[in-house]
């Protein structure tokens, strides 16, 4: 079974200034999709980035980026020019590609609570 | 494009009362997830859908929980009797086979 690990449950940052929040997994398989997701107060999970794990250009979305080390098993996301509204919870989740009934299925992380001060 | 769409929002009842969820997909969406998150834990899938079918309810506690998807459309939740331990946001994801699931605002529940 896959699994999913955040290794920081907080994690806090001035406005303007560059974050990094870690994640590592564990798998077998070698064809599957990794994401970040950010889960505001409100609730509503929102996908932030995704990354194939055949690609190994590093996504890029606006701000965010993330650190795919396929080999080590670790993605990590940065978050550069934070902005008061990217305080939230941050999700890291494993889904793999192969078929069978667990196709689709999110694996998550315990999270990370990122903190921005003004 | 709608969202996905819960309700209640917030639920609190005693314990041993049935309570159920419900979750209206984005429109085209033939795949419907139904997550577990307790508090300060990332998500857990209970079950997932392909249209009307269950093709994924291996961690749904049987016992106590139920689901249905009639029409391949909405989907409800059940939970009956409803014990302490089920205080958690239950989550409803939607997608396209295997596509990007999109998430509802969930359903806080808290037994008594």
């Known amino acids: 079974a896959q699994t999913v690990t955040q290794s920081q449950p907080e994690m806090s940052v001035q406005e303007a200034e560059t974050v990094t929040l870690s994640c590592t997994y564990d798998?077998?398989?070698?064809?599957?999709?990794l994401f970040w997701y950010k889960q505001p107060p409100s609730r509503q999970m929102i996908l932030v980035i995704r990354?194939?794990?055949?690609?190994?250009q590093n996504a890029t979305e606006n701000r965010f980026s993330v650190n795919f080390q396929k080999a080590a098993k670790s993605f990590s996301l940065k978050i550069s020019d934070s902005q008061l509204g990217d305080a939230a919870m941050y999700f890291c989740?494993?889904?793999?590609?192969?078929?069978?009934?667990?196709?689709?299925?999110?694996?998550f992380g315990q999270g990370t609570i990122l903190t921005v001060h003004p | 494009e709608a969202g996905v769409v819960q309700s209640p929002r917030y639920k609190i009842i005693e314990k041993k009362q049935p309570v159920a969820f419900w979750c209206n997909p984005i429109?085209?969406?033939?795949?419907l997830y139904w997550y577990l998150q307790n508090l300060g834990q990332g998500p857990e899938l209970l079950i997932r859908?392909?249209?009307?079918?269950?093709?994924?309810d291996s961690q749904l506690p049987k016992d106590r929980f139920s689901a249905e998807r009639l029409k391949g459309v909405d989907s409800t939740l059940k939970i009956q009797p409803a014990e302490l331990g089920d205080s958690a946001v239950y989550l409803c994801a939607s997608s396209r086979r295997a596509g990007e699931q999109f998430f509802g605002p969930g359903t806080r529940l808290t037994v008594l």
């Open positions: 859908y392909e249209n009307e079918e269950a093709v994924d």
């Open positions: 989740a494993y889904r793999s590609n192969f078929g069978g009934t667990s196709y689709g299925k999110l694996t």
């Open positions: 798998t077998s398989e070698s064809d599957y999709y």
């Open positions: 429109s085209g969406h033939n795949t």
């Open positions: 990354q194939e794990a055949y690609k190994q």
